[in-house]
């Protein structure tokens, strides 16, 4: 009996040991959490460049519209045309693979009768649009003439790019970042804040936006290549690349 008494004394006094640790513990971690407090130290500014460029690449949207009364006729009058446009942007030296068909389609037209409402098929509209891509800008003109030429009846637009723009990119982020730097340093000489090493670089490429060149011939409507008799003068501008840069300095 006095055996289990010392033995249950034991445990019991080993129980209040475990529970002063644990206490102890939860004091010390409570104590911890509480006075650890997150302090944001990191100043940003962000910062644009930009740069202007030649692009050095054309691309002309080019498209022959034909109705016919049947689907044949329709197809051989656009193949015909389109074949005669492959021809001579050949002789003035443009590559087959810059030459690339984008779309064609055949549509069913129809007329309506005011007074049954019938519908009834008179014939049918076959469409081609052909992607013209070239860097000798000298005969872009020359290009849209012969196309007008050979039974072209669509210039849908042009658009002038830069299809190797990494370098001009790299010019842009370099221009950002100094501008960044700059900033940062103007505005903590006026607050009287201490800048530390930048800790994050974060880049945004904002794109590049061509300087617009609109030009759009619709020769549908009773117009036709006589006048264009005009040579075609078309220029190609610059194109502006845009950079975003955001630095990420430690306070000191």
């Given at each position: 009996m006095k055996k289990n008494g010392k033995f249950i004394l034991t445990v019991f006094v080993i129980f209040l040991a475990v529970l002063g640790i644990l206490k102890y513990s939860s004091k010390l971690t409570w104590s911890l959490n509480t006075t650890t407090t997150p302090k944001e130290n990191a100043f940003r500014v962000s910062a644009v460049g930009e740069v202007y460029a030649k692009p050095d690449t054309v691309e002309i949207n080019l498209g022959v519209e034909k109705e016919a009364k049947t689907v044949a006729k329709a197809?051989?009058?656009?193949?015909?045309?389109?074949?005669?446009l492959i021809d001579s942007l050949k002789e003035l030296g443009v590559e087959k693979k810059d030459i690339k068909t984008t779309q064609y389609r055949i549509?069913?037209?129809?007329?309506y009768e005011r007074q049954?409402?019938?519908?009834?098929?008179v014939g049918y509209s076959a469409t081609v649009s052909i992607l013209v891509k070239t860097k000798d800008f000298e005969k872009l003109n020359?290009?849209?003439?012969?196309?007008?030429a050979v039974g072209v009846n669509r210039l849908n637009g042009l658009s002038?790019?830069?299809?190797?723009?990494?370098?001009?990119?790299?010019?842009?982020?370099?221009?950002?970042?100094n501008k960044a730097k700059d900033k940062a340093k103007a505005i903590a000489k006026s607050s009287g804040m201490s800048l530390?090493?930048?800790?994050n670089v974060s880049v945004s490429d904002n794109g590049y936006y061509?300087?617009?060149r609109a030009y759009e011939m619709d020769m549908m409507k009773g117009s036709g290549a006589e006048e264009m008799a005009e040579v075609t003068q078309v220029e190609a501008g610059e194109t502006k690349i845009s950079v975003r840069v955001t630095l990420s300095y430690e306070i000191k």
């Open positions: 197809q051989k009058e656009i193949n015909e045309i389109n074949s005669r549509n069913p037209r129809y007329e049954s409402g019938k519908r009834n098929l020359q290009i849209i003439d012969s196309a007008t002038f790019v830069i299809e190797d723009k990494d370098a001009v990119v790299a010019e842009a982020r370099d221009e950002a970042i530390g090493r930048i800790i061509p300087v617009p």
